[in-house]
């Protein structure tokens, strides 16, 4: 190989061209210079750990792939070549323990599926084998095209599946596979109406597509249209309503929508037919935590981890209670997983973060921050959060939206006063305050609703990055007309989480980044901001596992920079707004709960309602990581909840630098 190519694409190319030509030992002897310029580079160190097997170096090969791993470790071709090395080792065993994980990661790996189906097949588990064996076949009817974007967006490159995607779909608009495919890089880009619209497409072309409708179920629940993901789930409970899995759908939509009674007794029809069912068990735990049969959840979450003790789900459905404590049993239980190799990547992490939890409990706070540090970590590792990136994305908004702005937009948006946002960083009391407001009988407690997130996403994609007229820059070009159906559509798209009250919550914490083009569309709308101290907002951050989002949270220096920004970006909202911004400090409402409730009402022009200090009484569906909390009285063990941890807490306290003590208004 000529070692004076210098671009990695460009010499990658030249080693491929040596495996294929079967000179392995120059191959890996190729592959030396390049990952001394790039020891992370994944697809040279998946290369080196090829050439080794087929040089028949196993031992080798094994510690690449430990390598690729710690690099990339959802990379699903690192697992097929681990079930390759351990079938020529004569382990059977673990080779169908890394094929499935293989196809776990990247399901267009056919060979991994085909060689599951062989190894089942040796072993007389004829069904599985079955079952497994017709995943291979139907990759193998799939378009080339198709398969190839399908690696392309398990392997992280959605650019170049998007590309394949779309070239495919101008040749054959109406080809159900393409534009499932094209709606899995919108959800994974977060572009979600585009994605409903191309599976929305897929089930009227194909209406029988059990894939497309399932796919379509998850798009409209990530965008909280519960109602339409409903409907959805009945048509396939319809098809058959003997199916476990489209009687788990129907459960999960019918919690969304608060039947929870349906939800419950379809949950049983499934435990019936697959007792002990891990994933059903810990939906049903899920359903019941949020229905606030908190003992019922806690059976249920047991009952998952008894079946199979390496779910990571079932045991942090434990840990995110909150009040739950881990027994000495349940503990020495997840050590035993953690140390073993039988977790998938995530259930590591989730375990990681309930070990933290554990531990903490019991005032062992070296071993918490221990699991802590290594869940946060793992989820670091796969996250592509970029904190110079987004203190530009702040900073943005501050040079933007200056108070010449909003004076020369007066009197435009619409008018509706209905919404009340809250707003800020998580774990900041935001729900706290959604549950006192929504006591009120003037107001509906809604959630953490996407609507502000997905306009701002889509102004952003309407223009290119190195545009003047990108977003937020965009915002001093919308007309008067442009506001105003934007703030119409706002209220119109929201009805659906409403109960008839005249005001509503949005307590989606991060549209502190937007209030400019909140306040532009809905002039009249309400703004509270959440805000708590920096060191326990922050910590309280780092030790929660967030469902999806909040990447920032993931790192120290990454929390304590966000919260930073944030606070400075705030306190640009107060000085170009002036009055129109509540701010209320968690430790405030803890000191003095009644004062700060007067105070609230007072700014939302809302007469008093003993309701509001009787929150921990209401009645309602809280899904937030704090339902468990804002079900008691305010209390104070919120107070300082870092100071334990405070030896190992010096990066976040850098990182906030001039807030870490002036972090008010």
């Given at each position: 190989?000529?070692?004076?190519?210098?671009?990695?694409?460009?010499?990658?190319?030249?080693?491929?061209?040596?495996?294929?030509?079967?000179?392995?030992?120059?191959?890996?002897?190729?592959?030396?210079?390049?990952?001394?310029?790039?020891?992370?580079?994944?697809?040279?160190?998946?290369?080196?750990?090829?050439?080794?097997?087929y040089?028949?170096?196993?031992?080798?090969?094994?510690?690449?792939?430990?390598?690729?791993?710690?690099?990339?470790?959802?990379?699903?071709?690192?697992?097929?070549?681990?079930?390759?090395?351990?079938?020529?080792?004569?382990?059977?065993?673990?080779?169908?323990?890394?094929?499935?994980?293989?196809?776990?990661?990247?399901?267009?790996?056919?060979?991994?599926?085909?060689?599951?189906?062989?190894?089942?097949?040796?072993t007389?588990?004829?069904?599985?084998?079955?079952?497994?064996?017709?995943?291979?076949?139907?990759?193998?009817?799939?378009?080339?095209?198709?398969?190839?974007?399908?690696?392309?967006?398990?392997?992280?490159?959605?650019?170049?599946?998007?590309?394949?995607?779309r070239?495919?779909?101008?040749?054959?608009?109406?080809?159900?596979?393409?534009?499932?495919?094209?709606?899995?890089?919108?959800?994974?880009?977060?572009?979600?109406?585009?994605?409903?619209?191309l599976?929305?497409?897929?089930?009227?072309?194909?209406?029988?597509?059990?894939?497309?409708?399932?796919?379509?179920?998850?798009?409209?629940?990530?965008q909280?249209?519960?109602?339409?993901?409903?409907?959805?789930?009945?048509?396939?409970?319809?098809?058959?309503?003997?199916?476990?899995?489209?009687?788990?759908?129907?459960?999960?939509?019918?919690?969304?929508?608060n039947?929870?009674?349906?939800?419950?007794?379809l949950?049983?029809?499934?435990?019936?037919?697959?007792?002990?069912?891990?994933?059903?068990?810990?939906?049903?735990?899920?359903?019941?935590?949020?229905f606030?049969?908190?003992?019922?959840?806690?059976?249920s979450?047991?009952?998952a981890?008894?079946t199979?003790?390496?779910?990571?789900?079932a045991?942090?459905?434990?840990?995110?209670?909150?009040?739950?404590?881990?027994?000495?049993?349940?503990?020495?239980?997840?050590?035993?997983?953690?140390?073993?190799?039988?977790?998938?990547?995530?259930a590591?992490?989730?375990?990681?973060?309930?070990?933290?939890?554990?531990?903490?409990?019991?005032?062992?706070?070296?071993?918490?921050?221990?699991?802590?540090?290594?869940?946060?970590?793992?989820?670091?590792?796969l996250?592509?959060?970029?904190?110079?990136?987004?203190?530009?994305?702040?900073?943005?908004?501050?040079?933007?939206?200056?108070?010449?702005?909003?004076?020369?937009?007066?009197?435009?948006?619409?008018?509706?006063?209905?919404?009340?946002?809250?707003?800020?960083?998580?774990?900041?009391?935001?729900?706290?305050?959604?549950?006192?407001?929504?006591?009120?009988?003037?107001?509906d407690?809604?959630?953490?609703?996407?609507?502000?997130?997905?306009?701002?996403?889509?102004?952003?994609?309407?223009h290119?990055?190195?545009?003047?007229?990108?977003?937020?820059?965009?915002?001093?070009?919308?007309?008067?007309?442009?506001?105003?159906?934007?703030?119409?559509?706002?209220?119109?798209?929201?009805?659906?989480?409403?109960?008839?009250?005249?005001?509503?919550i949005?307590?989606?914490?991060n549209?502190?980044?937007?209030?400019?083009?909140?306040?532009?569309?809905?002039?009249?709308?309400?703004?509270i901001?959440?805000?708590?101290?920096?060191?326990?907002?922050?910590?309280?951050?780092?030790?929660?596992?967030?469902?999806?989002?909040?990447?920032?949270?993931?790192?120290?220096?990454?929390?304590?920079?966000?919260?930073?920004?944030?606070?400075?970006?705030?306190?640009?909202?107060?000085?170009?707004?002036?009055?129109?911004?509540?701010?209320?400090?968690?430790?405030?409402?803890?000191?003095?709960?009644?004062?700060?409730?007067?105070?609230?009402?007072?700014y939302?022009?809302?007469?008093?309602?003993?309701?509001?200090?009787?929150?921990?009484?209401?009645?309602?569906?809280?899904r937030?990581?704090?339902?468990?909390?804002?079900?008691?009285?305010?209390?104070?063990?919120?107070?300082?909840?870092?100071?334990?941890?405070?030896?190992?807490?010096?990066?976040?306290?850098?990182?906030?630098?001039?807030?870490?003590?002036?972090?008010?208004?």
């Amino acid at each position: 190989m000529d070692t004076s190519i210098t671009q990695p694409e460009e010499a990658l190319d030249a080693v491929r061209a040596l495996i294929r030509e079967g000179d392995f030992k120059s191959a890996s002897s190729a592959l030396d210079p390049i990952l001394t310029d790039a020891p992370r580079l994944g697809e040279a160190l998946y290369m080196k750990a090829v050439c080794a097997r087929y040089l028949r170096d196993f031992a080798d090969a094994l510690s690449w792939l430990d390598k690729l791993r710690s690099v990339e470790p959802e990379y699903g071709r690192a697992y097929q070549e681990e079930g390759h090395v351990r079938l020529a080792q004569g382990d059977p065993g673990r080779a169908l323990a890394a094929y499935r994980r293989a196809c776990q990661f990247n399901p267009s790996l056919a060979a991994s599926w085909q060689r599951q189906a062989e190894i089942l097949a040796h072993t007389g588990n004829e069904d599985e084998a079955r079952q497994v064996a017709m995943q291979a076949q139907w990759l193998m009817t799939l378009p080339r095209e198709l398969v190839a974007a399908m690696n392309h967006i398990h392997e992280g490159r959605l650019f170049k599946g998007e590309q394949l995607c779309r070239a495919f779909l101008q040749q054959n608009p109406t080809n159900v596979e393409g534009m499932r495919l094209l709606a899995d890089i919108g959800a994974r880009m977060n572009v979600l109406d585009e994605a409903a619209f191309l599976l929305d497409s897929a089930v009227a072309f194909e209406p029988n597509h059990v894939r497309a409708r399932f796919d379509y179920i998850q798009v409209l629940r990530r965008q909280q249209r519960y109602e339409a993901a409903l409907e959805q789930a009945k048509m396939l409970y319809q098809q058959d309503p003997l199916n476990p899995a489209f009687q788990s759908h129907l459960a999960i939509e019918s919690m969304h929508n608060n039947d929870f009674e349906q939800a419950f007794a379809l949950f049983d029809q499934v435990l019936e037919k697959l007792p002990g069912d891990p994933a059903t068990l810990t939906s049903r735990g899920h359903a019941l935590k949020t229905f606030g049969r908190h003992e019922d959840a806690v059976e249920s979450y047991r009952g998952a981890y008894r079946t199979e003790a390496g779910f990571g789900d079932a045991w942090f459905g434990l840990a995110n209670l909150k009040t739950y404590r881990f027994t000495d049993e349940e503990q020495q239980i997840m050590l035993r997983e953690e140390a073993s190799d039988r977790l998938s990547y995530n259930a590591r992490v989730q375990v990681c973060f309930s070990l933290g939890k554990a531990f903490e409990d019991s005032g062992d706070y070296a071993e918490a921050f221990r699991f802590y540090e290594k869940g946060n970590t793992l989820k670091r590792v796969l996250s592509r959060y970029d904190a110079d990136q987004m203190t530009e994305e702040l900073a943005a908004q501050h040079r933007v939206c200056t108070a010449d702005l909003f004076k020369k937009k007066v009197g435009m948006g619409h008018k509706a006063p209905d919404p009340i946002f809250i707003l800020g960083l998580p774990r900041a009391g935001s729900t706290l305050l959604e549950q006192i407001i929504a006591s009120h009988s003037q107001v509906d407690g809604t959630l953490e609703l996407p609507n502000v997130l997905s306009l701002a996403h889509r102004l952003r994609r309407q223009h290119r990055d190195d545009d003047e007229s990108a977003y937020p820059a965009v915002l001093h070009d919308l007309t008067a007309e442009q506001l105003e159906s934007f703030g119409a559509k706002y209220i119109e798209d929201t009805a659906m989480f409403r109960q008839g009250a005249p005001f509503f919550i949005d307590k989606m914490p991060n549209n502190f980044r937007h209030i400019g083009l909140i306040k532009l569309m809905l002039p009249n709308a309400k703004i509270i901001d959440a805000r708590r101290a920096p060191m326990d907002c922050c910590f309280s951050g780092f030790k929660q596992l967030f469902a999806e989002g909040q990447e920032f949270t993931y790192g120290l220096e990454q929390v304590g920079r966000y919260y930073h920004d944030y606070v400075h970006l705030m306190r640009h909202w107060h000085d170009v707004l002036p009055g129109q911004i509540l701010h209320v400090q968690y430790e405030d409402v803890v000191a003095d709960t009644e004062a700060q409730v007067h105070r609230i009402l007072e700014y939302l022009g809302l007469p008093f309602e003993d309701a509001c200090l009787a929150f921990h009484k209401t009645k309602r569906v809280v899904r937030t990581a704090s339902s468990e909390q804002v079900r008691q009285p305010i209390n104070t063990k919120g107070l300082e909840a870092w100071k334990p941890f405070e030896q190992w807490l010096d990066p976040l306290k850098a990182a906030l630098d001039d807030v870490l003590e002036d972090y008010r208004c």
